[in-house]
């Protein structure tokens, strides 16, 4: 709350307008609290949403969870190996259920911005052809309907 000590009107009128703005700083000051409050809240369930819609994707694809995470060509695997399925399922769900940017994406799967463009465009190639990314898409359904996500 701000302070004032002594404050000097030239008549009521003035006095009144002084109210008025200072109930309008402590109204703002108090929205700003409220709104940085939320922001707080919304990013803590953001990271355990997250971290639920990876564990359970890791899960049903049978991935070790320590070779998802690590760098370089052992986390990576090959194209039909269960990570980088599971890359591209998490991140099709992050990206189209939280609108989360590329960067932040990669952060939590520990890569780069580039690799979650080349998954996003691996499902959007294949997207028009279910048959392609079948097992993709049913993954994909599986976890938003254990999370309750709307995508």
Not at 67 to 87: H, I, L, M, V
Not at 97 to 105: F, H, P, W
């Amino acid at each position: 709350m701000i302070e004032v000590e002594r404050v000097y009107f030239l008549n009521d009128q003035d006095s009144r307008k002084f109210d008025k703005y200072l109930a309008r700083i402590e109204m703002n000051e108090s929205e700003f609290l409220r709104k940085r409050i939320m922001g707080v809240i919304n990013d803590i369930r953001l990271e355990e949403d997250v971290d639920m819609i990876i564990d359970l994707t890791i899960e049903l694809l049978g991935c070790d969870r320590t070779k998802f995470f690590e760098g370089g060509r052992k986390g990576r695997g090959t194209n039909d190996s269960p990570n980088p399925t599971a890359r591209r399922v998490i991140t099709y769900i992050l990206r189209n259920a939280y609108n989360m940017k590329q960067v932040e994406i990669g952060r939590k799967l520990g890569r780069d911005h580039s690799s979650i463009n080349s998954s996003l465009k691996w499902m959007k190639e294949r997207e028009e052809v279910p048959a392609s990314c079948k097992l993709e898409m049913d993954t994909i359904k599986e976890v938003c309907q254990t999370l309750n996500i709307d995508l």
